[in-house]
């Protein structure tokens, strides 16, 4: 509920999944800090499923990047967060609101510690908010789970979309993925956007298996999540799928390709990376798929999920 008067902090990270949940320790220690404030997330609309689980976030402002001006007047907001970057334009749509406080890292006009490169994108956020004196705890990112249980408990979910080619690891691989665990008595479906769809049926065709298996742009998000959140193993690229498998404890064998482990990959528990990372490009906007995820073999995914106890 929003009261009369209520100061508000706004943070900006108009970005994907995956952004929004590396971010989840620096949302949870903002709201720690700011208990008072209403906490606006300004990110695209679709998110907001997820952004409700992070049980920090009073409000999400839909913003599309840092295309348009943050829906805000100038004066209106207290408190103004960059988790978007430290480029000018992310600083520009920031400076525009007029806040009275401003977090982010060193820029002209800016105060705050110096962006540091080659860290994990959830020590980079928690290390600028200590910096501003804010008390925030890296491996603090679990989600709340979904208030609706998922239909689908215990199975497999592969997940053979990504947003950009460098992130598509071979259809056939996942076949070959998917068929073994299949045979072995595993119950697989295969999850996606609706834009991911076509990508993901054909993975099922070449596996042998039934189309209904493909759920890939027939389910909501907290539909999703709630299915990852039950999952026996999540089988993904370096993806959102992944990093709510993170964000729920669950096995997961995560296939690395342009982006670095060091930067992206998930926290220690039943998740293993995959990639040969000698052989990394590097470029996530390439529509080829990126050595270092080539390097990756269907056995080299079948051998991690044993690992993880199935087989």
Not at 87 to 108: D, F, I, K, N, V
Not at 260 to 277: F, Q, S
Request: proline share 8%.
């Amino acid at each position: 509920m929003h009261r009369k008067g209520q100061p508000e902090l706004l943070v900006l990270r108009a970005l994907k999944l995956g952004d929004l949940l590396v971010a989840v320790p620096a949302l949870r220690a903002l709201r720690r800090a700011y208990p008072e404030h209403r906490l606006v997330y300004a990110a695209q609309q679709w998110l907001r499923p997820v952004v409700q689980l992070t049980g920090s976030v009073d409000e999400l402002l839909d913003t599309h990047g840092l295309d348009v001006a943050i829906d805000r007047a100038p004066g209106q907001v207290d408190v103004a967060v960059n988790l978007h970057g430290n480029g000018p334009e992310s600083r520009g749509r920031l400076e525009a609101l007029q806040a009275r406080t401003y977090l982010g890292h060193r820029a002209p006009g800016w105060d705050g510690p110096e962006w540091q490169h080659g860290i994990h994108e959830r020590d980079r956020w928690t290390r600028l908010l200590r910096w501003h004196g804010v008390a925030a705890d890296p491996l603090d990112y679990r989600l709340d789970r979904p208030a609706v249980p998922t239909t689908m408990p215990g199975a497999v979910v592969i997940h053979p979309g990504a947003a950009y080619g460098s992130r598509h690891w071979p259809v056939e691989r996942f076949a070959a993925v998917a068929s073994a665990l299949a045979r072995s008595g595993h119950r697989v479906v295969f999850t996606g956007s609706s834009g991911e769809r076509p990508r993901a049926e054909a993975v099922a065709g070449l596996a042998g298996l039934a189309a209904d298996t493909v759920v890939a742009g027939r389910q909501p998000l907290a539909e999703f999540a709630a299915l990852i959140a039950d999952a026996a193993l999540v089988v993904s690229a370096d993806t959102g799928a992944a990093h709510l498998a993170t964000a729920y404890g669950r096995p997961s064998v995560v296939i690395f390709g342009p982006a670095p482990v060091a930067e992206w990959g998930p926290p220690p528990g039943p998740h293993i990376v995959l990639t040969d990372e000698s052989r990394r490009v590097g470029d996530t906007f390439s529509a080829v798929p990126d050595p270092a995820l080539l390097a990756v073999t269907a056995a080299d995914v079948l051998a991690a999920a044993a690992r993880l106890g199935l087989s």
